[in-house]
Nanobody, 125 residues
Framework: VQLQASGGGLVQAGDSLRLSCTVS????????TTWFRQAPGKDREFVAG????????YYSDSVKGRFAISRDNAKNTVYLQMNSLKPEDTAVYSC???????????????????WGQGTLVTVSS
């Protein structure tokens, strides 16, 4: 399985950005795909996830209402639309994939065997 993340960049506070994560090598529709982020000097944290074929979405409290995760099954791609960006959103964003994650573990790094390379998002004040 290969995950290719893209879309990061430098933006100002209040701006929007859309990240993409394309998955190849495995069945996409039945799997869960999630975005995590790691800010400088901090642990990696869950941001948003889309769960298996049902497509239910989950968010961290810090991004709920500002970020939206979606999936295009035809393109094997998951998107993270980030609106009203804040300086504290600055981080390396990584996508993760699992065909076996269960709902209770969707926010755990250890639940995902496959990761993309990360894309840097920098939000200036």
């Amino acid at each position: 399985v290969q995950l290719q993340a893209s879309g990061g960049g430098l933006v100002q506070a209040g701006d929007s950005l859309r990240l993409s994560c394309t998955v190849s090598g495995r069945t996409f529709r039945q799997a869960s795909t999630t975005w995590f982020r790691q800010a400088p000097g901090k642990d990696r944290e869950f941001v948003a996830g889309i769960f298996r074929s049902g497509g239910n979405t989950y968010y961290s409290d810090s991004v709920k209402g500002r970020f939206a995760i979606s999936r295009d099954n035809a393109k094997n791609t998951v998107y993270l639309q980030m609106n009203s960006l804040k300086p504290e959103d600055t981080a390396v964003y990584s996508c993760a994939y699992s065909s076996s994650v269960i709902l209770s573990t969707i926010r755990r790094e250890s639940a995902y065997a496959f990761w993309g390379q990360g894309t840097l998002v920098t939000v200036s004040s």
